[in-house]
């Protein structure tokens, strides 16, 4: 099992502005995960964040909006960049799975005004 | 591109009664599904899984169904219970890939 830590649980921000949040995990894991669930959405994979190397990211979503840090095997950061609205989400870290039951933190909902 | 559909984004059940949470996928590569249970304000949290080969997977409480020639899963709750109201996700995972619901809310009255 893993136990994910994840902050801030919510914030309220200007658009124009980026918020980061970040994600420590109590073991070592290659692989996290950031997902993004917008309002009455399914959770959709932002990206994949490798120790050592550059993120993946899913169709749609590009590195220079959601910029993702991955320092060492137990954290890794996902910023919010220029925010609008429409960002306005829960983003949630995770580790495990597919295989495998995904253990999640407790998420970051995000209202951009 | 929904490649999972939970079709009924809330249901309300009787406590004791059986709550049945439906889930739809359209992705054959899909061979392993899971369910998810999710509070407010915090992370969601395994419940209950399902590899392809079996149609049943049982846990206490917490059944899953699996109907592959349908491509449909459901997840089965008896007796349901007030501390079972919460968000419920399915996902399906294939080619080292995940997929996830919208969820269904579950409300379970006393």
């Known amino acids: 099992s893993a136990v994910i830590s994840q902050k801030p649980s919510r914030d309220i921000c200007q658009r124009g502005t980026s918020l980061t949040i970040q994600c420590q995990v109590d073991s070592q894991v290659t692989m996290m995960f950031w997902y993004r669930q917008q309002p009455g959405q399914s959770l959709t994979l932002i990206a994949t964040a490798n120790q050592g190397s550059e993120a993946t990211y899913e169709s749609g979503f590009v590195i220079d909006k959601f910029p993702i840090s991955r320092p060492n095997l137990t954290f890794s950061t996902l910023t919010v960049s220029n925010m609008s609205p429409e960002d306005s989400s829960i983003y949630l870290c995770?580790?495990?799975?597919?295989?495998?039951?995904?253990?999640f933190g407790q998420g970051t909902r995000l209202t951009v005004v | 591109d929904q490649q999972v559909k939970q079709n009924s984004p809330s249901l309300s059940v009787q406590e004791g009664r059986i709550s049945i949470l439906n889930c739809d996928y359209t992705n054959s590569m899909f061979d392993y599904f899971l369910w998810y249970k999710k509070y407010p304000a915090e992370g969601p949290t395994f419940l209950i899984s399902i590899s392809s080969i079996k149609d049943k997977n049982e846990d206490g409480r917490f059944t899953v169904f699996l109907n592959k020639s349908a491509k449909h899963l459901s997840l089965h709750i008896v007796p349901s219970q007030p501390g079972d109201s919460a968000v419920y996700f399915c996902a399906a995972s294939g080619n080292n890939d995940m997929r996830f619901g919208a969820g269904t809310r579950l409300t379970v009255k006393p």
């Open positions: 995770s580790v495990g799975g597919p295989y495998a039951e995904a253990f």
